[in-house]
Nanobody, 115 residues
Framework: QVQLVESGGGLVQAGGSRKLSCAASGTIFSIGMLGWYRQAPGKQREMVATITNSGRTNYVDSVKGRFTISRDDAKNTAYLQMNSLKPEDTAIYYC?????????WGQGTQVTVSS
């Protein structure tokens, strides 16, 4: 059974950095698009960043220049490096992956940015 497990969330002060990881486990024979979404209290889930299997990236405007998505297919892992964090980045961050041509979601990891 394929699963995604996020890690790296926690409490960080405004202006600080945090790196999220998303590791896929199980029998994986193909890895497609990977991405990170987030959901803040009272708001809809939004796309934060995505990366294709050719390395093309896409970011929501509010994180451009601050966040970097990357992937290591040998480790079945995606990363989200978050710098210059702001209180409005506070949310539950979810990993998204197309594995074996199916869409999978992680359970989410909380990131809280204090002012």
């Amino acid at each position: 059974q394929v699963q995604l497990v996020e890690s790296g969330g926690g409490l960080v002060q405004a202006g600080g950095s945090r790196k999220l990881s998303c590791a896929a486990s199980g029998t994986i024979f193909s890895i497609g698009m990977l991405g990170w979404y987030r959901q803040a209290p009272g708001k809809q889930r939004e796309m934060v960043a995505t990366i294709t299997n050719s390395g093309r990236t896409n970011y929501v405007d509010s994180v451009k220049g601050r966040f970097t998505i990357s992937r290591d297919d040998a480790k079945n892992t995606a990363y989200l490096q978050m710098n210059s964090l702001k209180p409005e980045d506070t949310a539950i961050y979810y990993c998204y992956a197309v594995l074996n041509e199916r869409v999978y979601w992680g359970q989410g990891t909380q990131v809280t940015v204090s002012s």
